[in-house]
């Protein structure tokens, strides 16, 4: 009895000294904070102040924070939950810029009840996608996938007969290990149909991934720019010249052997008759030789106006989701700097994909598209411009400038047009200016957003982003730290990944002016009298381009002047 009330003993201090052992873990791996407050950062309400967590760190010599080289940004990455959309969304407006496409999102009734309550799309509207549900019998591999699905795809083609049909796996598609990649080549063989595969499943990061998804998958359809079948290639061309120096050299040892002989002859009575053929075989080598000559020239000629033909101009390729008008408005602020787009990914038309190759310079719109650039880059050899995103003013000329850069352009009139464009948003300026503002994190837009409202005069505390790729928006983190710098405030923490109950906490702590933040917090933060907006709103409005910075400053102020009104009508 004694021992086991030893060992009892025992084993409590043990967790007690485990449990300590995770606070201080918890605390010496919380970040130097730029702010002077205190923070709540564990679950028994511990308040951690500045001076502790430098004290802590320094005491028990920890790595420091993980920065980017000659980055003054701070990046955190906690394990917390991911309360977002679910990436089959992109359906709802997809569907709406591929103008002859058809969207089969492949999943449970879950899935289409989403589709159809939570984006609101009437059942009448007989949008251009549909519902594959996945019924007991097919998840249980009790009826055929290949069968069910070309059933499905033959109606489409009956009803619609769209130019392209694109498949949307989900979570259900994936745990089942549904081989849509390869159903997908047969069909196409059977129906005459392209059929994009895109695993927009909620196993991503957030939703806006699920656009992510389908583009990646589209740069396997686009079309390949090459050279005409007529025109020879510089390597065909070293490999005939190659050869005809081979041939050169092996004419003059033979002419050499033929003089020889000859000389021999001379000498020699008894060889005199064959002199005559000899020399007449040796004149015949060397007009051959004189020949080859001329041809090896030429055909270095060739080489040269060959290189030279190969030097073909870049062409210039967007990629990104946006509606026609936006886009137009892109293409024409490139235009007045003399650079013509080539294509968009995706196009209105699915036969309007434009070509590819190494020739080819790719920008991204979104900051969401990490994999189309990927696929992009790899599969195409396409040359990425690493550019901010064209989400406010100063991104928008950020975004102009670095394509003139790559195309060798001065640019031309875009301080000036930045500069009218911050005259008309002065009343709206005025309401924002020098307010805080908090980003919990939600459709991977974040960066760009914060970068702007600090420009506009805002004070961002914190970042949160459910997944960062630091090397595609590598244009963007510079932006947003001289914006920072230009702006005299305070770098934001940028949390990926964030731990969504010791973000309220810091929200409590902090109580900002303004949180952006998902739909499942928003209400709860209300209650608590913490003005909130929803992050989905700049996912849907139209917020690129010069002149719809307004759209921006739109969304943010209205939830602040809504506050002022109703203050304003409490004490009246």
Not at 233 to 239: A, E, F, R, V
Not at 540 to 564: C, D, M, Y
């Given at each position: 009895?004694?021992?086991?009330?030893?060992?009892?003993?025992?084993?409590?201090?043990?967790?007690?000294?485990?449990?300590?052992?995770?606070?201080?873990?918890?605390?010496?791996?919380?970040?130097?904070?730029?702010?002077?407050?205190?923070?709540?950062?564990?679950?028994?309400?511990?308040?951690?102040?500045?001076?502790?967590?430098?004290?802590?760190?320094?005491?028990?010599?920890?790595?420091?924070?993980?920065?980017?080289?000659?980055?003054?940004?701070?990046?955190?990455?906690?394990?917390?939950?991911?309360?977002?959309?679910?990436?089959?969304?992109?359906?709802?407006?997809?569907?709406?810029?591929?103008?002859?496409?058809?969207?089969?999102?492949?999943?449970?009734?879950?899935?289409?009840?989403?589709?159809?309550?939570?984006?609101?799309?009437?059942?009448?509207?007989?949008?251009?996608?549909?519902?594959?549900?996945?019924?007991?019998?097919?998840?249980?591999?009790?009826?055929?996938?290949?069968?069910?699905?070309?059933?499905?795809?033959?109606?489409?083609?009956?009803?619609?007969?769209?130019?392209?049909?694109?498949?949307?796996?989900?979570?259900?598609?994936?745990?089942?290990?549904?081989?849509?990649?390869?159903?997908?080549?047969?069909?196409?063989?059977?129906?005459?149909?392209?059929?994009?595969?895109?695993?927009?499943?909620?196993?991503?990061?957030?939703?806006?991934?699920?656009?992510?998804?389908?583009?990646?998958?589209?740069?396997?359809?686009?079309?390949?720019?090459?050279?005409?079948?007529?025109?020879?290639?510089?390597?065909?061309?070293?490999?005939?010249?190659?050869?005809?120096?081979?041939?050169?050299?092996?004419?003059?040892?033979?002419?050499?052997?033929?003089?020889?002989?000859?000389?021999?002859?001379?000498?020699?009575?008894?060889?005199?008759?064959?002199?005559?053929?000899?020399?007449?075989?040796?004149?015949?080598?060397?007009?051959?030789?004189?020949?080859?000559?001329?041809?090896?020239?030429?055909?270095?000629?060739?080489?040269?106006?060959?290189?030279?033909?190969?030097?073909?101009?870049?062409?210039?390729?967007?990629?990104?989701?946006?509606?026609?008008?936006?886009?137009?408005?892109?293409?024409?602020?490139?235009?007045?700097?003399?650079?013509?787009?080539?294509?968009?990914?995706?196009?209105?038309?699915y036969s309007d994909l434009p070509a590819l190759n190494e020739n080819v310079y790719v920008c991204g719109i979104n900051p969401f598209l990490?994999?189309?650039?990927?696929?992009?880059?790899?599969?195409?050899?396409?040359?990425?411009?690493?550019?901010?995103?064209?989400?406010?003013?100063?991104?928008?000329?950020?975004?102009?400038?670095?394509?003139?850069?790559?195309?060798?352009?001065?640019?031309?009139?875009?301080?000036?047009?930045?500069?009218?464009?911050?005259?008309?948003?002065?009343?709206?300026?005025?309401?924002?200016?020098?307010?805080?503002?908090?980003?919990?994190?939600?459709?991977?837009?974040?960066?760009?957003?914060?970068?702007?409202?600090?420009?506009?005069?805002?004070?961002?505390?914190?970042?949160?982003?459910?997944?960062?790729?630091?090397?595609?928006?590598?244009?963007?983190?510079?932006?947003?730290?001289?914006?920072?710098?230009?702006?005299?405030?305070?770098?934001?923490?940028?949390?990926?990944?964030?731990?969504?109950?010791?973000?309220?906490?810091?929200?409590?702590?902090?109580?900002?002016?303004?949180?952006?933040?998902?739909?499942?917090?928003?209400?709860?933060?209300?209650?608590?009298?913490?003005?909130?907006?929803?992050?989905?709103?700049?996912?849907?409005?139209?917020?690129?381009?010069?002149?719809?910075?307004?759209?921006?400053?739109?969304?943010?102020?209205?939830?602040?002047?809504?506050?002022?009104?109703?203050?304003?009508?409490?004490?009246?």
């Open positions: 009895m004694y021992n086991k009330k030893k060992t009892l003993s025992i084993t409590k201090q043990s967790l007690s000294s485990k449990s300590n052992n995770l606070k201080s873990f918890r605390i010496n791996s919380l970040p130097k904070n730029h702010l002077n407050n205190s923070i709540l950062m564990n679950k028994e309400s511990m308040l951690i102040t500045q001076s502790n967590v430098v004290n802590n760190i320094s005491k028990k010599k920890e790595t420091p924070i993980l920065k980017e080289k000659e980055s003054n940004l701070v990046f955190l990455c906690e394990t917390g939950n991911y309360h977002t959309f679910c990436p089959i969304s992109c359906v709802s407006w997809l569907y709406q810029k591929i103008e002859d496409s058809f969207f089969l999102v492949i999943g449970t009734k879950t899935c289409g009840y989403f589709l159809q309550n939570a984006l609101g799309v009437m059942i009448f509207a007989e949008p251009r996608y549909a519902m594959a549900e996945l019924e007991e019998s097919d998840i249980s591999a009790q009826l055929n996938d290949y069968k069910e699905l070309k059933r499905l795809c033959i109606q489409i083609k009956q009803d619609r007969n769209p130019s392209v049909i694109v498949w949307i796996g989900t979570c259900t598609t994936e745990i089942i290990k549904m081989d849509l990649e390869g159903m997908a080549p047969m069909l196409e063989a059977e129906l005459g149909i392209p059929i994009v595969v895109a695993r927009a499943n909620g196993l991503d990061y957030a939703f806006t991934q699920g656009e992510d998804t389908v583009l990646a998958a589209m740069v396997g359809h686009c079309k390949t720019r090459g050279n005409s079948q007529n025109q020879p290639s510089l390597k065909t061309s070293n490999q005939l010249v190659e050869k005809l120096e081979i041939a050169k050299n092996q004419n003059m040892t033979t002419l050499k052997e033929n003089l020889a002989t000859i000389k021999l002859e001379k000498t020699n009575p008894n060889l005199l008759g064959t002199e005559q053929g000899n020399l007449s075989k040796a004149l015949e080598i060397q007009k051959d030789t004189v020949l080859m000559e001329q041809t090896c020239t030429e055909n270095e000629k060739k080489e040269k106006n060959i290189g030279h033909e190969r030097k073909i101009p870049f062409s210039l390729v967007l990629f990104g989701s946006l509606p026609s008008i936006i886009a137009n408005q892109l293409e024409f602020e490139l235009k007045k700097q003399g650079i013509n787009v080539s294509g968009w990914l995706p196009s209105t038309r990490s994999r189309t650039a990927t696929a992009l880059m790899r599969r195409r050899k396409c040359q990425l411009i690493s550019a901010p995103f064209p989400i406010g003013p100063d991104g928008t000329r950020a975004w102009i400038e670095k394509i003139c850069s790559a195309f060798g352009k001065e640019p031309i009139g875009l301080v000036d047009r930045e500069n009218k464009i911050w005259e008309t948003l002065q009343s709206q300026l005025d309401v924002i200016k020098g307010k805080t503002v908090f980003f919990m994190g939600d459709n991977l837009l974040e960066i760009s957003l914060a970068r702007f409202l600090i420009r506009c005069g805002m004070t961002v505390y914190e970042i949160g982003i459910p997944y960062m790729d630091k090397r595609f928006q590598a244009g963007e983190l510079a932006l947003l730290e001289k914006t920072c710098i230009e702006m005299k405030v305070p770098f934001p923490r940028i949390v990926e990944k964030p731990d969504n109950y010791y973000q309220i906490q810091r929200i409590k702590e902090l109580m900002p002016d303004l949180v952006i933040t998902g739909m499942a917090h928003a209400n709860p933060l209300e209650a608590r009298g913490i003005t909130t907006k929803w992050s989905v709103e700049f996912t849907f409005a139209q917020i690129h381009g010069f002149s719809n910075a307004k759209e921006i400053l739109e969304l943010v102020t209205r939830p602040l002047r809504r506050n002022k009104n109703l203050a304003q009508f409490a004490t009246s």
